[in-house]
């Protein structure tokens, strides 16, 4: 099992439509949770970071955290052309000496279509 | 104008040779790190250093090294022992080991070509 893990795509939405991306981590410890965003030939950008259940709402992004079920996702309302990039789900490792290290997932490829 | 840059943009290296790659930041940040990414993949962490003067293995380290005798400057060495070294390298910075702090910003990266 990968320790985290996307949801593959590449995903495929309608402009205006609402994308959601899903990633699923195994260290049950984790206790930060970032996505970003990378544009093809880019670094990653950050888009939202969570660290409490439940959800967090920035603009057009809410980001989902359920700890119980180990989950987080991130949904783009409205999603406009220039949301397509490859989307990056990152865990920070439990403390210790780990403390620092994020793990990230595959990423999911997004392409809004007009 | 705070930020993490990197030099060079892009890099090409003949087989049995060391590279540096450097990375710089003026956001004060105590921790410093080191990934590759493979196309369609994500990121793998090689170093990263919490202070100054440490630094500890990611999951990749064979074949690199890394130095960090200022606070703003973590550069990485590509040595010939690394059999694969063509992909992109990215830097990142982060405040403290505090949990709101342990956000990383990454710089623009560097793109190394094997030839």
């Known amino acids: 099992q990968k320790e985290v893990e996307q949801n593959s795509g590449p995903l495929s939405v309608p402009e205006g439509a609402i994308a959601s991306l899903n990633c699923t981590y195994s260290?049950?410890?984790?206790?930060?949770f970032f996505w970003y965003r990378q544009y093809s030939g880019k670094s990653p950008e950050l888009i939202m970071s969570?660290?409490?259940?439940g959800d967090k709402e920035d603009g057009r992004f809410t980001a989902q955290l359920n700890k119980a079920s180990q989950y987080v996702s991130l949904l783009i309302r409205d999603s406009q052309p220039s949301d397509s990039a490859t989307y990056l789900c990152?865990?920070?490792?439990?403390?210790?000496?780990?403390?620092?290290?994020?793990?990230f997932g595959q990423g999911t490829i997004l392409t809004v279509h007009p | 104008d705070g930020g993490i840059t990197q030099s060079p943009k892009y890099l090409f290296r003949k087989e049995g040779q060391n590279v540096t790659l450097s990375c710089e930041q003026n956001?004060?940040?105590?921790?410093m790190y080191w990934y590759r990414q493979d196309p369609g993949q994500g990121l793998r962490l090689i170093y990263y250093s919490q202070i100054v003067n440490d630094f500890q293995k990611g999951d990749i380290a064979e074949g690199y090294s890394v130095s960090r005798e200022k606070k703003e400057s973590f550069p990485l060495t590509v040595t010939s022992a690394q059999k694969n070294p063509t992909a992109f390298y990215l830097c990142?910075?982060?405040?403290?080991?505090?949990?709101?702090?342990?956000?990383?910003?990454f710089g623009p990266g560097t793109r190394l070509t094997v030839l």
């Open positions: 956001l004060n940040h105590d921790a």
């Open positions: 260290d049950r410890g984790s206790q930060s």
């Open positions: 990152a865990v920070n490792r439990a403390g210790g000496t780990s403390y620092g290290k994020l793990t």
């Open positions: 990142a910075s982060s405040a403290t080991g505090t949990q709101t702090g342990d956000t990383q910003y």
């Open positions: 969570i660290y409490s259940n």
